[in-house]
T-cell receptor
Framework: DTEVTQTPKHLVMGMTNKKSLKCEQH?????MYWYKQKAKKPPELMFV???????INESVPSRFSPECPNSSLLNLHLHALQPEDSALYLC????????????FGEGSRLTVL | QKEVEQNSGPLSVPEGAIASLNCTYS??????FFWYRQYSGKSPELIMF????GDKEDGRFTAQLNKASQYVSLLIRDSQPSDSATYLC???????????FGQGTELSVKP
């Protein structure tokens, strides 16, 4: 069982909707990540939070808004998405920053109609 | 441009054989190297990491790193059908870098 929990597992939304993806870890990790993955492609980094502060934003469109309420929680707020934003959104955590030893959640499968 | 190159496959091997997955990278500043396994419809899972030149063994898996030639490989001995997955090579640079993934190699182990 994964120790990084993502909800919801599946989400269908219209282009005018506002929704949020949630991620939680209880491993005491200090860095948390959002990745986007399209079919047959590797994960693409979106955001990194280190010690609850945004440390990397990979020039992601503003319709994606991350939030880290505390060291265990990570949210991704979605607004006015496009159909091309349909993908698997993966949350990950790591013990510290700038390490490649990531623990991924099971992902949230997003479909934008 | 910092890149990680992998043969996308699919790589097909018979059960019990050795599967060899290779990865090359362009930046000599790369310091840490990782292999992730991703089953279809699942999330990536870290299976090996290697930081120093040479071999690192963990059960049926051996990671090999050659920094002079800028390649890293993963050997899977006694391959099983349950090893069928996409294997992602990834690396991180020395100074506050992000994890960069290769395109992944799809491995199919035939019974």
């Amino acid at each position: 069982d994964t120790e990084v929990t993502q909800t919801p597992k599946h989400l269908v939304m219209g282009m005018t909707n506002k929704k949020s993806l949630k991620c939680e870890q209880h491993m005491g990790h200090r860095a948390m990540y959002w990745y986007k993955q399209k079919a047959k492609k590797p994960p693409e980094l979106m955001f990194v939070y280190s010690y609850e502060k945004l440390s990397i934003n990979e020039s992601v469109p503003s319709r994606f808004s991350p939030e880290c309420p505390n060291s265990s929680l990570l949210n991704l707020h979605l607004h006015a998405l496009q159909p091309e934003d349909s993908a698997l959104y993966l949350c990950a955590s790591s013990p510290g920053s700038y390490t490649g030893e990531l623990f991924f959640g099971e992902g949230s499968r997003l479909t934008v109609l | 441009q910092k890149e990680v190159e992998q043969n996308s496959g699919p790589l097909s091997v018979p059960e019990g054989a050795i599967a060899s997955l290779n990865c090359t990278y362009s930046d000599r500043g790369s310091q840490s190297f990782f292999w992730y396994r991703q089953y279809s419809g699942k999330s990536p899972e870290l299976i090996m990491f290697i930081y120093s030149n040479g071999d690192k063994e963990d059960g049926r898996f051996t990671a090999q790193l050659n920094k002079a030639s800028q390649y890293v490989s993963l050997l899977i001995r006694d391959s099983q059908p349950s090893d069928s997955a996409t294997y992602l090579c990834a690396l991180i640079y020395n100074q506050g870098g992000k994890l960069i993934f290769g395109q992944g190699t799809e491995l199919s182990v035939k019974p």
